[in-house]
């Protein structure tokens, strides 16, 4: 599972001297369907690419989205659904 952002990450570190250059995300385009809020606002969207990778995403943070292949977040779903986060709660 990814953990991305839309902002390019061009960076560069430097440490004893030497200069690291960090990648820069490429910007994915996304077709997002309708938010799904619960009680207190809390919005989370649900998206898919041109390549068929799926994407969970928060309103609050945009460009903020958690990726992977639709059958990965199906399972993940599936799993919150059976309770297996309940414990978060």
């Known amino acids: ?3 991305t952002t839309d902002t390019p990450l061009a960076a560069t570190a430097t440490g004893a001297g030497i200069a690291a250059s960090v990648p820069v ?3 994915v385009d996304i077709d997002w369907n309708e938010a799904f809020c ?3 606002a809390n919005c989370f969207r649900f998206g898919l690419d041109d390549s ?3 994407y969970i995403g928060s309103t609050l ?3 903020e989205y958690v990726s992977d292949s639709v ?3 199906r399972a993940l779903i599936s799993a919150v ?6 414990h978060l709660l």
Do not use: H, Y
């Open 52 to 54: 068929g990778r799926a």
């Open 25 to 27: 995300a490429a910007t």
């Open 61 to 63: 943070a945009p460009g």
């Open 71 to 73: 059958e990965a977040l």
């Open 1 to 3: 599972m990814n953990v």
């Open 81 to 86: 659904k059976a309770g297996a986060a309940d």
């Open 38 to 40: 619960s009680e207190g």
